[in-house]
């Protein structure tokens, strides 16, 4: 190619390309204008559109505004014609009160006029008294304060003869109803109480479906039986009497545990000693729980709160205990609603009262046989479980062992008394009984090494339980002979009293 042809080629393609750029600027140019010309239409239309929005506010605001101000006069006419109503009342009343008080002033004036003639009589009326005054004293002979002194002197000892005869009808009146009133009262006490009579009871029987049970009660060679009554502390006698076994005891407890322990190992049907000292020892627990729910049951019967859960278990305990023959705990729920009703008589408060009479035999089931008297024991007892102070002296007071501070002492006295006294409550045989086997059980505990003491069929026999790390093979022999020995020295009994002292060692060891 040529020079010219390229130069021909170059100017070509400039013209061209400014003809392009012309043709271009042209072309925005028209499109800036049409694009102009259209938002200031749309301008236009938005500003016409928010002038109508705004003026449409402005008429909704204004209607509202005049529609306030319209209810705010319509409020304020209602206020100016209240306002008006009170003025014309009080207007009303304040001419009202002008009247009443033009009226007070004429009855005023009135009242004063009465007055000073009744002053101005009054006068004439002292006048006249003086005058007689003066006539009488010199027809008698004597000055007025004479008169009156010896007339007073007159009128004193007629009043104390009259006082005196008074008195002395009222003094012979309560003599002779007071003895009437206090045997009412008591008597209709006992009446409205419920009672019962003692039962001499220290025997369980204990019923099984078959002589075949007896059996395996009684184990190989005895075995099963002989750790049941070392385990319980009870007498079982199996005899010919058919399907049923008797348990013999002086304490309740230990026959009740004796009796649901049997009840578990033939239900189960295994009975073997290892199993044997694992059901009593359950069924201890199970009596103590039976003992906090006596307990809480009888609190609730008679309506008594607030009780320490220590006093609570204590009146459980009572069930299981016996005073001459006569359940415990009956005798305590009897002595509490005796009180109750006494309190009420006397128009005391029934419910201290009850309080004080289911309490006032807690010293007699302890846990540690104590030193002091059972009154004195309870007392101390209720004083520690923060017992009101004269629930405390009713409680110490019943025997007489403490002075007397408040009326509901004599009354937990006297109806401890009615409940005891009564025909058919207590048996004193029973209670000796019973008080020889402790003396009994508690001379063998206080031998060093004694763990346990059971005494059985009816304190004929004296089982006696000893640790074997305590106490050796010729120690239990020498300690047989000693128990024997101050048995005999210190305590009295018919027939004689056989000591069996066992000592048992075992061997404890656990495959694993």
Known sequence: MDISTIVFAIIGLLVGGGIAYFVTVIGTKSKCSALLSKAEQEAEVIKKNKLLEVKEKFLNKKNELEKEVAQRNQKIQQIENKLKQRELQISQRHEDLQKQRAEANTIRE???????????????????????????????GLSAEEAK?????????????????????????????????????????????????????????????????????????????????????????????????????????????????????????????????????????????????????????????????????????????????????????????????????????????????????????????PELPHAIFGMKLAEKFKEKPDVCNAIGAHHDEIEMTSLLAPIVQICDAISGARPGARREVVEAYIKRLNDLEQLAMSYPGVTKTYAIQAGRELRVIVGADKIDDKATEELSGQIAKKIQDEMTYPGQVKITVIRETRAVSFAR
Do not use: W
Request: aromatic letters at 2%; glycine letters at 6%; a negative charge.
């Open 110 to 140: 009135n009242l004063n006029q009465q007055l000073a003639l009744l002053d101005k009589r009054h006068e004439e009326l002292d006048k006249l008294i003086q005058e007689e005054r003066i006539q009488l004293e010199t027809l008698s």
């Open 149 to 369: 002194n010896h007339l007073i002197e007159s009128l004193k000892d007629e009043a104390k003869s009259q006082a005196q005869s008074y008195i002395s009808e009222i003094i012979d009146d309560a003599k002779l109803t007071a003895n009437k009133e206090a045997k009412r009262i008591v008597i209709q006490t006992i009446q409205r109480v419920a009672t019962e009579t003692a039962i001499e009871n220290s025997v369980t029987v204990f019923h099984i479906e078959n002589d075949e049970v007896k059996g395996r009660i009684i184990g190989r060679e005895g075995r099963n039986i002989r750790a049941l009554e070392a385990a319980t502390g009870v007498e079982i006698v199996v005899d010919d009497t058919p399907e049923a076994i008797v348990i013999s005891a002086f304490d309740p407890i230990r026959r009740e545990i004796a009796r649901l322990a049997l009840h578990q190992l033939v239900t189960d049907g295994r009975i073997h000693p290892a199993r044997i000292e694992e059901v009593v020892a359950k069924v201890r627990k199970q009596v103590e729980e039976e003992v906090v729910e006596t307990g809480k049951r009888t609190t609730i019967d008679l309506g008594i709160h607030g009780l320490h859960p220590e006093l609570i278990r204590i009146i459980g305990k009572m069930k299981y205990r016996s005073s001459y023959g006569q359940n415990l705990l009956q005798h305590a729920r009897e002595t509490a609603n005796l009180c109750a009703v006494m309190a009420s008589e006397l128009g005391l408060n029934p419910k201290t009262a009850k309080r004080a009479g289911l309490l006032h035999d807690i010293g007699k089931v302890p846990d540690e046989e």
